[in-house]
């Protein structure tokens, strides 16, 4: 499991580790894995071209030094600074005696136009609100250039904790991050600017606490959430997900929704609704209802609202004492008092806009802060909530670690994506996972498969739900 820490935490952590190691050491650590990142990406160190900019902190000095190193390896390496009069003392000496040069920021756009490489050394982990004024037209040049950008620790102008973009920023091809990730470098906007992102030990990981602030499950960990068949198991032990869904004018949101809980491992699927017609025809094996949900028989937990239009059905579901997941046209006008207020999990899975809509805030909003408003919503409406999009969040009311989604492609932005993910979330559910366990599983197996059925390519709802067992069998592997 991936985690990431933040600021506060990590330079706690670094004071604490700082104490007991000789003056200058972390930063030669952090400078000596910089170094060895850049050699990797330039192949060839010897005869390279490397531009330094160097900003007043620790990031600077980290820069300076790695710059030095690449310096006493033949590299021609120049540096800019940004606050000559607040740049690190130390990393400075270390350049220039390796052979390193130091050059006026009007002289930044001819090394640059010639440069192999770009370090970008200019704002920390404590950086807000964007770049400077006399740092964004180095950040554009650099941008605009032939070279490969490296950052430290984090690309300049992006927030460390919430992965929010207020200003310029200097996008990078790699970030080499120091410790531990930082929220920033894992949620949407700011995880577009961190290109690849390459971790080096510095030896924090004792010093961190046991819980991180956010964290990105892997093969192992979604493996050893996955629900297994046993001997002794039938339909009723595997889970029955009952699902409230479609109508006449959207039957295929049912017939979708069925297929990710069929996918997803259910024993059974009792469908309510209007589109029962569509969805026996597509799956014979589901069991539906026209009545209402308290009489469609025994369920483990129901998934409510893809395609219902204005026929919502969502308090009767909310009222039961199973696992219930609320999704699309189920969110419309949700009353939270009647979320808290329930006794089992529930299971929000709005994408923006609809968080927007519970939040009562425009959606560029929520695309902004992504993180805060994951966090606002499970708080609000004392449920888990699963915040769809480029960077998928799963948040607990009780403000746990967030799980930051890392599976998944650009492709899935097709309709009916989002009603296959609320069917095999809830059939996780009604096998017996945990609303915060089935949300990032589900998120998790929907992105993988994603990439199967896209393959590079555009690809469909439909095309999603049956690639879901040849992610399941990857992920068992």
């Not at 604490?16 to 000789?22: G, N, Q, V």
């Not at 869904?245 to 009792?270: E, F, K, M, N, T």
Request: with cysteine; charged share 20%.
């Amino acid at each position: 499991m991936r985690t990431a820490y933040s600021v506060e935490t990590v330079r706690a952590a670094e004071r604490e580790l700082m104490a007991r190691l000789p003056e200058g050491a972390l930063m030669q650590r952090a400078a000596a894995g910089l170094a060895a990142a850049c050699a990797d990406l330039l192949g060839r160190v010897y005869g390279s071209r490397v531009v330094l900019l160097v900003g007043s902190g620790d990031n600077g000095g980290d820069a300076l030094y790695a710059g030095a190193r690449l310096a006493r390896r033949g590299a021609g390496v120049s540096a800019v600074l940004l606050a000559p009069e607040r740049t690190h003392g130390e990393g400075l000496t270390a350049l220039r005696r390796a052979g390193g040069r130091v050059v006026e920021p009007g002289a930044a756009e001819a090394l640059m136009h010639r440069a192999d490489l770009v370090i970008d050394g200019i704002v920390g982990i404590g950086g807000k609100g964007g770049l400077r004024p006399e740092a964004a037209p180095l950040a554009e040049l650099a941008a605009d250039a032939r070279a490969a950008v490296v950052a430290v620790d984090l690309p300049s102008g992006i927030e460390a904790d919430t992965g929010e973009v207020r200003g310029a920023a200097l996008p990078a091809d790699l970030t080499v991050t120091f410790g531990t990730h930082k929220p920033g470098l894992l949620i949407d906007p700011a995880r577009e600017y961190a290109g690849a992102v390459r971790l080096v030990d510095i030896g924090l990981r004792g010093a961190l606490p046991a819980e991180p602030d956010l964290e990105a499950l892997q093969h192992a960990d979604v493996a050893e959430l996955l629900p297994e068949p046993g001997a002794a198991s039938d339909k009723y032990r595997r889970g029955v997900v009952g699902v409230v869904a479609g109508s006449v004018r959207y039957p295929g949101a049912a017939v979708l929704a069925v297929a990710g809980a069929l996918h997803g491992g259910a024993g059974a699927v009792r469908y309510v609704g209007s589109a029962a017609e569509a969805v026996i025809a597509r799956f014979p094996e589901t069991l539906v209802s026209d009545g209402s949900p308290a009489k469609a028989g025994r369920v483990q937990a129901w998934v409510v609202g893809p395609g219902l239009g204005d026929s919502t059905g969502a308090d009767e579901v909310l009222a039961s004492d199973v696992p219930v997941l609320v999704d699309a046209d189920g969110l419309r006008g949700l009353d939270a008092d009647a979320v808290r207020a329930r006794r089992a999990p529930t299971l929000l899975t709005p994408h923006a806009g609809e968080a927007a809509a519970l939040l009562g805030v425009p959606r560029e909003r929520v695309e902004a802060a992504r993180l805060d408003s994951v966090r606002e919503l499970a708080a609000r409406y004392g449920a888990t909530v699963l915040l769809k999009g480029s960077t998928t969040l799963v948040a607990d009311a009780d403000r746990g670690p967030v799980r930051v989604n890392p599976t998944g492609t650009p492709w899935l932005a097709t309709a009916g994506s989002g009603d296959v993910l609320s069917g095999l979330a809830g059939a996780l559910l009604a096998a017996g996972l945990d609303a915060r366990d089935a949300g990032s599983v589900a998120a998790y197996l929907h992105g993988l498969a994603g990439r199967y059925a896209a393959d590079g390519a555009p690809l469909t709802a439909s095309g999603i739900a049956g690639a879901l067992p040849d992610a399941w069998r990857d992920v068992q592997r």
